[in-house]
């Protein structure tokens, strides 16, 4: 199976703060890379996908890129709503696995 | 609008099967897969299966003996069963539109006890 080294495990930020969360792979995926946020409710959303696609409705603040084995997810400026869990996936290969999240908390 | 929803039992005996239902509204099963995914508390997220659009099924080989995805059209519902529950087996699970989940449902929180 795929594994998926996301970090850090937690990340202290500030408002308006840009921060950048690495997902690192065990082998090449090919771009084949989601990122979720999910709330303190449980409330899972699909950020981007394929990499660098932004959902609709998905602010720009939000970026998503890498290639290879090593993929990130980027937030340019804080805001308050952003502060949750984030986790990325991978799809190339059966069974698809998640990393292990990044808890973004208020510094 | 789309919508998923799952409901199912909130405690299940040890060695008990687990059945749980995702109703889903605002798009046809023929049309969209949809998959499976859990959360132990305070963990992450597992990916655990998918039914694609003609029926067929994929599941993670860390379940598979276990799982089972099937799915009714006519009542746009898919369900998940899984056997031989442990206490581990206890989790949030959640079903989602897609391989690898465009929309997903709120969650039912399922218990594995005595």
């Known amino acids: 199976d795929i594994q998926l080294t996301q970090s850090p495990s937690t990340l202290p930020a500030s408002l308006g703060e840009r921060v950048t969360i690495s997902c690192r792979a065990s082998?090449?995926?090919?771009?084949?890379l989601n990122w979720y946020q999910q709330k303190p409710d449980g409330t899972v959303k699909r950020l981007i996908y394929?990499?660098?696609t932004l959902e609709s409705g998905v602010p720009s603040r939000f970026s998503g890129s890498g290639s290879g084995t090593d993929y990130s997810l980027s937030i340019s400026s804080l805001e308050s709503e952003d502060f949750a869990m984030y986790y990325c996936l991978q799809y190339a290969t059966y069974p698809y696995t998640f990393g292990a999240g990044t808890k973004l908390e208020l510094k | 609008q789309v919508q998923l929803k799952e409901s199912g039992p909130g405690l299940v005996q040890p060695s008990q099967t687990l059945s749980l239902t995702c109703t889903v509204s605002g798009f046809s099963l023929t049309s969209y897969h949809v998959s499976w995914v859990r959360q132990p508390p305070g963990k992450g997220l597992e990916w655990m299966g998918v039914i694609w659009t003609g029926g067929s099924t994929a599941y993670n080989s860390l379940l598979k003996s276990r799982l089972s995805i099937s799915r009714d059209t006519s009542k746009s519902q898919v369900f998940l069963k899984m056997n031989s529950l442990q206490t581990e087996d206890t989790a949030t699970y959640y079903c989602?539109?897609?391989?690898?989940?465009?929309?997903w449902g709120q969650g039912v929180m399922v218990t594995v006890s005595s």
């Open positions: 394929s990499t660098s």
């Open positions: 082998q090449s995926i090919s771009n084949s």
């Open positions: 989602a539109r897609g391989t690898t989940g465009r929309d």
